[in-house]
């Protein structure tokens, strides 16, 4: 005759729950309200993510095809480029413009970069959030 099994293991595999199991969804069970709030977070950091490394990275590097001569020379190379925009998304574009324009005109086309940058991120997702429901 086989020993008992103690505690909840053997107890388990023979086909009783134990409390602290009882009345939660199963891993089939992947439905409402709450699961489709947690997808939208999800699918929100993702996009977030995405559209902070790729507006930035876009805005620098059609500068920088545009640039010629001293402003070139003083434009990132393409490992500090993408350390820059990657680390710090948006706060590297004003950098970028005084690195390469070297003035006002530079600190002007930066900040209005950065603006338009941050426009272009935070509307999109703030957008999605809207059309899923989720209110932060």
Known sequence: M???????????????????????AGPTQASGPAYAARVGHVLLYTVSFVLGIAVPAGIVRYDVARLNGERLARAWPDASLWSAVVVFGPLCLPVHFLRTRRGWVGLGLGLGAFVSAVLLISLPVEGLAWLFGIAD
Not at 2 to 18: E, I
């Open 2 to 24: 086989a020993a008992p099994v103690a505690g909840w293991v053997g107890r388990v595999a023979l086909g009783a729950t134990p409390p602290s199991w009882a009345g939660m």
